[in-house]
């Protein structure tokens, strides 16, 4: 079964100032998908970035961007310009297509702080 | 609105009990999953269902037991078999449809609030 590995437990930023949570998989396959998910102390799992390995260029979402290196199988979060609600759990998240095994893995998550 | 309904929120069970939790779905998700959530262990896989009547096991399937009699449902049964239940379980749902003229699916799972399971 593919895994997902993030090395850092735990992060912390100053505001305004820029961290990148790293984020390892292991996998066979040449097509599937990888995200990033943000828990709130809320526990609500809400999505902040997706990657298709299909694509070559970086995902970007505002503030929010990767860099997905395929033939390494690393996809690290870059959070710029952080803000005091950026803190929360952050997971790295592997999915095979819908049509291989269907299921969706999850690292361990790392625990970002910001600092004002 | 569209979304993932899990119920109750807290719950508390005594040993040698079975408790069931709910997950109700209306954005006419294909697949559904449950994920046990402890503390430094991220989320691991219980079981997934991509349709009704059939679902398979994920990593730590022993000790639970699901159904998926309707689509838009998916409870999650926690027996007594379970030896450690008290966790946080979250419950997910996702389209298989890819998009119009073979555009692909975006992937990404859908959330539900979760349950807090204690036992006493």
């Known amino acids: 079964a593919q895994t997902v590995t993030q090395s850092q437990p735990e992060m912390s930023v100053q505001e305004a100032e820029t961290v990148t949570l790293s984020c390892t998989y292991d996998t066979s396959e040449s097509d599937y998908y990888l995200f990033w998910y943000k828990q709130p102390p809320s526990r609500q799992m809400i999505l902040v970035i997706r990657q298709e390995a299909y694509k070559q260029q970086n995902a970007t979402e505002n503030r929010f961007s990767v860099n997905f290196q395929k033939a390494a199988k690393s996809f690290s979060l870059k959070i710029s310009d952080s803000q005091l609600g950026d803190a929360a759990m952050y997971f790295c998240?592997?999915?095979?297509?819908?049509?291989?095994?269907?299921?969706?893995?999850f690292g361990a998550g790392t625990r970002l702080t910001v600092k004002p | 609105d569209g979304g993932i309904t899990q119920s109750p929120k807290y719950l508390f069970r005594k040993e040698g009990q079975n408790v069931t939790l709910s997950c109700e779905q209306n954005?006419?998700?294909?697949?559904m999953y449950w994920y046990r959530q402890d503390p430094g262990q991220g989320l691991r896989l219980i079981y997934y269902?991509?349709?009704?009547?059939?679902?398979q096991k994920g990593d730590i399937a022993e000790g639970y037991s699901v159904s998926r009699e309707k689509k838009e449902s998916f409870p999650l049964t926690v027996t007594s078999a379970q030896k450690n239940p008290t966790a946080f379980y979250l419950c997910?749902?996702?389209?298989?449809?890819?998009?119009?003229?073979?555009?692909?699916?975006?992937?990404?799972?859908?959330f539900g609030e979760g349950s807090r399971l204690t036992v006493l």
């Open positions: 997910a749902s996702t389209s298989l449809l890819t998009g119009l003229a073979g555009g692909r699916n975006t992937g990404e799972l859908f």
């Open positions: 954005l006419n998700h294909d697949a």
């Open positions: 998240a592997y999915r095979n297509p819908p049509y291989n095994n269907n299921d969706m893995r």
């Open positions: 269902s991509q349709i009704v009547n059939d679902f």
